[in-house]
């Protein structure tokens, strides 16, 4: 016959309960900071990431910041037609009707004319979305290919690694400036190609850190165990060790977007970018470098632009890393 005793037991939460002589066992309440902690461990991979990156104060400044530049080159046609009046070609006129060449910011034209008459703001915002395609879709196509090709290698091994790693040797080894200036030449490319140029070049340091990552997570226990289970390797790649290098990923992209926005203007600069008559804020900043002392307001707005963009976009990238990891 088994005696009850006064002794604390232990309840199903992990406290001991104080219990007497034939009266039922009670789990203690939980304190606020335990259901707390009990939440946080209940949560998903997702739901975590969120609750630390909400915390971060700059990196969502930063946010918000890539927000309104998106949106605001997202509604830049509809704010240009029926707000400005204007379009990206357009010459305006003074209202003597001469040619507004070369106007100062003003209460007319906000910030103020190019050498051909054309308003700047209504090129400004036109241009940010040739800007932002080409960064995103060479950030897109960077990642899919280099996160697939560096999972691939790092996980299977072998003859799978050593033929991505001579691909990616081969493009390290190709003058990456040298081979767009051709290109450029040659195909005169529009902004989906020119993305896709772009993308051949930057998808090769993704692979490569997508590679490192998972080599290193492959051997660990609970991805062996997943493989004793009979897990299939999709399953193991996508749920066990995806989620170890998403950190990387991001910031990866942070990296190439941006990389992609100043690669553009490079290309402008040298006079091999986007092809007029479209804008973008590479070749707005080229095309007024020599009207610097004689019209500054040319300069500015796309240069500023450019470098809001990409600040906001590398710090977004930081804190979504420090956000998904699932070691912090």
Known sequence: MTQVTGEPTPSRNGTSTPVSDGEPRRPRPLTPEEEAQQFRVSQGFYAR???????????????????????ITLLGPIVCEFVLRTAPDTIMRMPDGRVAVLQPPGERFLLGTDDLGRDVLTRLLYAGRISLSIGFLVAFISIVVGTAAGLAAGYFGGWVDDLVNAVIQFVFNIPGLFVLIILSVVFQPDVPLLALIFAFFFWPGTARQVRGVAQSVRNLDYVVA????????????????????????MVVAGFDVGGAILGESALSYLGFGVRVPLSSWGNMLSGSIDLFEKAPWLVYPPGAMIFVTVLCVVLLADGLRDALDPRV
């Open 226 to 249: 997943a493989q004793s289970l009979g897990a299939s390797n999709f399953r193991i790649i996508t749920r066990h060790i995806l989620p170890n290098v998403s950190n990387i990923i």
């Open 49 to 71: 990431a969120w609750g630390k990156f909400r915390h971060d104060r700059l990196s969502m400044i930063a946010a918000a910041g890539i927000g309104i530049v998106v949106l």
